[in-house]
């Protein structure tokens, strides 16, 4: 079974940064971070498999956000740079522990998952 410990939220001006982590406990494959804004669906951010590296990322944050772990510590992170107001929202991440060939960007194929941390991003 997998416990998922988020940190690393805040308030930020536009165009800062923030690094989101995410410490795993138990057996994952793949791992992603996902965020939900207020009236909003829940959308994919990034995903990761753990085994082969590769990596997805949602267009609005192609090219400012990169999603990355530490093997050895099964720990999940998250570098948001040139952040937006639009980045707001609560960030999640979650987990799985069962082989895919890929890595899906939908929620509801992750079983674990973190309790959220709030990033807000002020104009």
């Known amino acids: 079974q997998v416990q998922l410990v988020e940190s690393g939220g805040g308030s930020v001006q536009a165009g800062g940064s923030l690094r989101l982590s995410c410490a795993a406990s138990?057996?994952?494959?793949?791992m992603g971070w996902f965020r939900q804004a207020p009236g909003k669906e829940r959308e994919g951010v990034a995903t990761?498999?753990?085994?082969?590296?590769?990596?997805y990322y949602a267009d609005s944050v192609q090219g400012r956000f990169t999603i990355s772990q530490d093997s050895s510590k099964n720990t999940l992170y998250l570098q948001m740079n040139s952040l937006k107001p639009e980045d707001t929202a609560v960030y999640y991440c979650?987990?799985?522990?069962?082989?895919?060939?890929?890595?899906?960007?939908?929620?509801?194929?992750?079983?674990?998952w973190g309790q959220g941390t709030q990033v807000t991003v002020s104009s």
């Open positions: 138990g057996s994952t494959y793949c």
């Open positions: 990761i498999d753990s085994r082969g590296g590769f990596t």
């Open positions: 979650a987990a799985d522990s069962q082989w895919a060939p890929l890595c899906s960007i939908r929620g509801d194929e992750y079983s674990y």
